[in-house]
Nanobody, 126 residues
Framework: QVQVVESGGGVVQAGESLRLSCVAS????????MAWFRQAPGKERECLAA????????YYPGSMQGRFSISRDYAKNTIYLQMNNLKPEDTAVYYCAAGWFTGRYRYTQSEAYDTWGQGTQVTVAS
């Protein structure tokens, strides 16, 4: 059974950086995609970045390019989200997601993922 566990959230000041980690376990991740989403109170869940497990091709929604960067460590079964110049509006619960890719959905669509972590809280103080 595939599982993903996030870590690295916390409280930071505006303008600071933070790196989140997500460790995947329980399966062979060839042909998997993995992604980072976030959800703020009263808002819909949104995709921040996605990555193909084999090949490491990255995908970003147009609105997210610039401050956030996704990467993966193949040997450690881990993906990362590097977040720079954080703003108070980045305060949210951040989720890691994994899914077997069939091409039916884009990497940045939540429907593409069937395994989700519990989330890690990121709070940016002004």
């Amino acid at each position: 059974q595939v599982q993903v566990v996030e870590s690295g959230g916390g409280v930071v000041q505006a303008g600071e950086s933070l790196r989140l980690s997500c460790v995947a376990s329980g399966g062979n991740f060839d042909n998997y995609g993995m992604a980072w989403f976030r959800q703020a109170p009263g808002k819909e869940r949104e995709c921040l970045a996605a990555i193909s497990w084999v090949g490491g091709v990255t995908y970003y929604p147009g609105s997210m390019q610039g401050r956030f960067s996704i990467s993966r460590d193949y040997a450690k079964n881990t993906i990362y989200l590097q977040m720079n110049n954080l703003k108070p509006e980045d305060t949210a619960v951040y989720y890691c997601a994994a899914g077997w890719f069939t091409g039916r959905y884009r990497y940045t669509q939540s429907e593409a993922y069937d395994t989700w972590g519990q989330g890690t809280q990121v709070t940016v103080a002004s």
